[in-house]
Nanobody, 127 residues
Framework: QLQLVESGGGLVQPGGSLRLSCAAS????????IGWFRQAPGKEREGVSC????????YYSDSVKGRFTISRDNAKNTMYLQMNSLKPEDTAVYYC????????????????????WGQGTQVTVSS
């Protein structure tokens, strides 16, 4: 059974940091494109960061560039999202996702490209 299990969300003050983890089971994460997405109340799910499986290129949304870092540990079969300098507007449910192949001409930043999703973890940035 292919599964992604997230952890690491919580409440943090503005300017603080959190690291989200997403452990994969049933498949080898290194063979997949991986992404982090978030969804705030009343808003659509948006791509935060992703790594393409074809060339290893990395994407960051403009709103998180320079503050967030995506990575993966192949030995642990786990992906991470390090979030620094957090802002109240970063408050959302965060999801990890994986797919073996991104459609030709598309991008890893689009949620509809993904087959496997974590359960989501709440991140709240507030004083």
């Amino acid at each position: 059974q292919l599964q992604l299990v997230e952890s690491g969300g919580g409440l943090v003050q503005p300017g603080g940091s959190l690291r989200l983890s997403c452990a994969a089971s049933g498949f080898t994460l290194d063979d997949y494109a991986i992404g982090w997405f978030r969804q705030a109340p009343g808003k659509e799910r948006e791509g935060v960061s992703c790594i393409s499986s074809s060339d290893g290129s990395t994407y960051y949304s403009d709103s998180v560039k320079g503050r967030f870092t995506i990575s993966r540990d192949n030995a642990k079969n786990t992906m991470y999202l390090q979030m620094n300098s957090l802002k109240p507007e970063d408050t959302a449910v965060y999801y990890c996702a994986a797919v073996q192949v991104i459609s030709y001409g598309s991008s890893c930043r689009f949620p509809y490209e993904y087959d496997y999703w974590g359960q989501g973890t709440q991140v709240t940035v507030s004083s």
